[in-house]
């Protein structure tokens, strides 16, 4: 069949659902025309008929009236409209330039004024020696509260809200004219001037792996004069006292002053721990790591800059701010790059159509009503697959899926959100990525049997939500089935418990030495075949299964405790200060407690021996190296 009998059939079919209206319109018309004597003027009236059609047209479940039928009036989507609409991709939108401001407006005379009241935790401030009576503090991951009178430099950890929670365009504007005070990587930069517009006056990218000096002690001291202690009520401006041009250098040399170096924080895109180093006018050096969200992998330890703090290295990390999110042995999840490969495998499998395939499908493909209107020629994908996603991360995972289906397209789905989802991923400046990347959400210029999907993590969560997200758009008009990936942090040994939160915050757990032992011990494995045997929810029995599929994968971007048991053992840290479930004080309680134990261990392991533990877990302990990891 010729492409046009099809259209004129489908034009038919069009044809049938119209409704024809035939109305008759009367109105009364007037003439005039003038007399034999041409000067008086005579009025005629008559009553015309006209006959009017009006061609009603069955569109997406109402009647709308034909462009022929003269006046329209605009109607507004209602009911399942609304719903149907939440679910549709739509075309991202484009950012016009940001307007260029004439000079005089550049340089505001006065700072804005915060509504911010609380002041910032003391968690959250790192203080670090200048002399005996003088000090120097930073804030970390601390942009909701008042502005302070000593901080003038705010250090961003990675762009999830909880984390730069408070920020607004105005926020730097609040805190100073035209310094550098927000110091943060490069990804994370591109973001905030993404969503914020931030001005780039404001902003430090910290290039990775590059120590840089951002303050200077000894003109802090020169311009305090002697002053024991700091008198910032007004008289003088933070600023004022060490900040160095243009907020910094990178550097080696070793004079007094605070450095700090960016480290892959192996979370999301742009996550980096902050190594501070600070060097007093006495020439002391004392290190401090601050580990904001991180999942702890081998390469971290192995990172040059991290080397020195090992047990029996060079040098002593004074002061761990450690990401505790799961401080329990029984949240041991596996490495993130297994579950990576092990969802890539079943993709892979699936889509070979063999018995895996039919066991789980089934062997015939139903049909729909409309697939008579298809082309001979469309032949349909295999398989949409939809990773759910946060604003930014679990990219890997869908990165790890089309470098194994032969770089399939992957597609940024902009519903629930401000439309410049794929402008964020795109700032990532991730080479592949950038390669596979498509504005074509059915990909029909691809030879590829697989799409892929960055959805929101709602869509993945439900069987209406996965099914609503693949009718509205009638994708089943291009693929034959629909997977859903939801990598929760938490979705082990069948769990069917999901969690909603862009991070994970369980509460820590009593832990036995035993315990403890047995996780570092053991190294969880992670197969295709493991999310086939994972339970899911109740609600699950609603779904067309030979349609769709929802599995969630033990995925998280936190260190499972096993990690953080790895990190605290294998380095020379003084003090671990944990930094989240800290408001509860049962919890606080736990994680000491499993603090002061991992001390304990780590004395075992360096064979200073323990009263706690029977010989035998300490032959354990003695067995753990990197290469067990």
Same mark, same amino acid.
């Given at each position: 069949?010729?492409?046009?009998?099809?259209?004129?059939?489908?034009?038919?079919?069009?044809?049938?659902?119209?409704?024809?209206?035939?109305?008759?319109?009367?109105?009364?018309?007037?003439?005039?025309?003038?007399?034999?004597?041409?000067?008086?003027?005579?009025?005629?009236?008559?009553?015309?008929?006209?006959?009017?059609?009006?061609?009603?047209?069955?569109?997406?479940?109402?009647?709308?009236?034909?462009?022929?039928?003269?006046?329209?009036?605009?109607?507004?989507?209602?009911?399942?409209?609304?719903?149907?609409?939440?679910?549709?991709?739509?075309?991202?939108?484009?950012?016009?330039?940001?307007?260029?401001?004439?000079?005089?407006?550049?340089?505001?005379?006065?700072? +804005?004024?915060?509504?911010?009241?609380?002041?910032?935790?003391?968690?959250?401030?790192?203080?670090?020696?200048?002399?005996?009576?003088?000090?120097?503090?930073?804030?970390?991951?601390?942009?909701?509260?008042?502005?302070?009178?000593?901080?003038?430099?705010?250090?961003?950890?990675?762009?999830?809200?909880?984390?730069?929670?408070?920020?607004?365009?105005?926020?730097?504007?609040?805190?100073?004219?035209?310094?550098?005070?927000?110091?943060?990587?490069?990804?994370?930069?591109?973001?905030?001037?993404?969503?914020?517009?931030?001005?780039?006056?404001?902003?430090?990218?910290?290039?990775?792996?590059? @120590?840089?000096?951002?303050?200077?002690?000894?003109?802090?001291?020169?311009?305090?004069?002697?002053?024991?202690?700091?008198?910032?009520?007004?008289?003088?401006?933070?600023?004022?006292?060490?900040?160095?041009?243009?907020?910094?250098?990178?550097?080696?040399?070793?004079?007094?002053?605070?450095?700090?170096?960016?480290?892959?924080?192996?979370?999301?895109?742009?996550?980096?721990?902050?190594?501070?180093?600070?060097?007093?006018?006495?020439?002391?050096?004392?290190?401090?790591?601050?580990?904001?969200?991180?999942?702890?992998?081998?390469?971290?330890?192995?990172? &040059?800059?991290?080397?020195?703090?090992?047990?029996?290295?060079?040098?002593?990390?004074?002061?761990?701010?450690?990401?505790?999110?799961?401080?329990?042995?029984?949240?041991?999840?596996?490495?993130?790059?297994?579950?990576?490969?092990?969802?890539?495998?079943?993709?892979?499998?699936?889509?070979?159509?063999?018995?895996?395939?039919?066991?789980?499908?089934?062997?015939?493909?139903?049909?729909?009503?409309?697939?008579?209107?298809?082309?001979?020629?469309?032949?349909?994908?295999?398989?949409?697959?939809?990773?759910?996603?946060?604003?930014?991360?679990?990219?890997?995972?869908?990165?790890?899926?089309?470098?194994?289906?032969?770089?399939?397209?992957?597609?940024?789905?902009?519903?629930?959100? @401000?439309?410049?989802?794929?402008?964020?991923?795109?700032?990532?400046?991730?080479?592949?990525?950038?390669?596979?990347?498509?504005?074509?959400?059915?990909?029909?210029?691809?030879?590829?049997?697989?799409?892929?999907?960055?959805?929101?993590?709602?869509?993945?969560?439900?069987?209406?939500?996965?099914?609503?997200?693949?009718?509205?758009?009638?994708?089943?008009?291009?693929?034959?089935?629909?997977?859903?990936?939801?990598?929760?942090?938490?979705?082990?040994?069948?769990?069917?418990?999901?969690?909603?939160?862009?991070?994970?915050?369980?509460?820590?757990?009593?832990?036995?030495?035993?315990?403890?032992?047995?996780?570092?011990?053991?190294?969880?494995?992670?197969?295709?075949?493991?999310?086939?045997?994972?339970?899911?929810?109740?609600?699950?029995?609603?779904?067309?299964?030979?349609?769709?599929?929802?599995?969630?994968? &033990?995925?998280?971007?936190?260190?499972?405790?096993?990690?953080?048991?790895?990190?605290?053992?294998?380095?020379?840290?003084?003090?671990?200060?944990?930094?989240?479930?800290?408001?509860?004080?049962?919890?606080?309680?736990?994680?000491?407690?499993?603090?002061?134990?991992?001390?304990?261990?780590?004395?075992?392991?360096?064979?200073?021996?323990?009263?706690?533990?029977?010989?035998?877990?300490?032959?354990?302990?003695?067995?753990?190296? +990197?290469?067990?990891?």
């Amino acid at each position: 069949m010729s492409l046009w009998q099809m259209d004129a059939r489908i034009k038919h079919v069009e044809d049938c659902l119209s409704m024809l209206t035939i109305k008759n319109e009367e109105r009364l018309e007037q003439s005039q025309s003038l007399g034999e004597d041409g000067r008086t003027i005579h009025t005629h009236t008559q009553r015309v008929t006209e006959t009017k059609v009006e061609v009603k047209k069955r569109t997406k479940g109402k009647f709308t009236a034909s462009e022929t039928s003269g006046k329209r009036r605009k109607s507004k989507p209602v009911g399942i409209q609304v719903e149907r609409n939440s679910f549709i991709n739509t075309v991202p939108k484009v950012k016009p330039p940001p307007k260029i401001k004439a000079d005089s407006d550049d340089v505001p005379q006065e700072l +804005l004024v915060s509504s911010r009241t609380n002041p910032i935790p003391g968690l959250k401030i790192l203080s670090f020696t200048m002399t005996e009576n003088l000090g120097h503090d930073v804030a970390v991951d601390a942009f909701c509260y008042q502005p302070h009178n000593t901080i003038s430099q705010y250090f961003l950890s990675h762009f999830h809200s909880d984390h730069y929670g408070g920020f607004t365009k105005r926020w730097c504007r609040e805190r100073t004219l035209d310094k550098k005070i927000v110091y943060c990587s490069e990804i994370t930069a591109r973001l905030l001037q993404i969503r914020f517009n931030v001005e780039e006056q404001f902003i430090f990218p910290l290039k990775l792996n590059a @120590r840089c000096k951002v303050w200077d002690y000894g003109h802090a001291v020169n311009v305090c004069s002697g002053d024991k202690t700091y008198d910032n009520n007004g008289s003088r401006s933070a600023f004022e006292e060490g900040y160095m041009l243009n907020g910094g250098f990178y550097s080696e040399e070793k004079t007094p002053g605070l450095y700090v170096t960016s480290i892959d924080a192996n979370h999301c895109p742009g996550a980096v721990i902050f190594l501070f180093e600070s060097i007093s006018l006495s020439m002391e050096s004392s290190f401090s790591l601050h580990c904001g969200d991180f999942r702890v992998c081998r390469a971290m330890l192995e990172h &040059p800059m991290i080397l020195p703090f090992h047990i029996g290295g060079s040098s002593v990390l004074h002061k761990a701010y450690l990401d505790t999110t799961y401080m329990s042995p029984e949240h041991n999840f596996p490495l993130q790059e297994t579950v990576c490969d092990a969802a890539a495998t079943l993709v892979e499998k699936f889509a070979e159509k063999g018995p895996l395939y039919n066991e789980y499908f089934g062997t015939t493909l139903q049909s729909r009503i409309t697939d008579f209107l298809q082309l001979p020629r469309m032949k349909k994908k295999k398989f949409l697959i939809l990773v759910g996603t946060y604003l930014i991360g679990k990219e890997k995972l869908a990165i790890s899926i089309s470098k194994r289906m032969d770089s399939c397209p992957i597609y940024v789905s902009n519903i629930n959100s @401000r439309g410049d989802k794929k402008e964020i991923i795109a700032s990532f400046q991730n080479d592949f990525l950038d390669s596979v990347l498509t504005d074509d959400d059915v990909g029909k210029y691809s030879s590829a049997e697989v799409m892929i999907h960055l959805v929101p993590m709602k869509i993945v969560g439900s069987p209406k939500e996965i099914s609503s997200y693949f009718n509205h758009n009638q994708y089943f008009n291009h693929f034959e089935r629909c997977i859903g990936f939801r990598p929760t942090g938490w979705a082990f040994e069948g769990t069917s418990d999901f969690l909603e939160l862009e991070d994970e915050k369980p509460y820590a757990e009593d832990a036995s030495f035993q315990d403890m032992i047995e996780a570092l011990k053991n190294r969880p494995n992670y197969t295709y075949l493991d999310i086939l045997k994972q339970k899911r929810p109740q609600s699950d029995k609603l779904m067309d299964k030979p349609t769709f599929k929802i599995y969630s994968l &033990p995925y998280s971007e936190h260190s499972s405790f096993r990690e953080l048991s790895f990190f605290a053992l294998m380095l020379n840290i003084s003090e671990i200060i944990p930094t989240v479930n800290t408001g509860n004080e049962f919890s606080r309680a736990k994680m000491e407690s499993i603090i002061e134990k991992w001390r304990i261990l780590q004395g075992a392991i360096t064979q200073k021996g323990s009263k706690n533990l029977s010989s035998e877990l300490q032959n354990d302990l003695q067995s753990l190296t +990197l290469e067990s990891f």
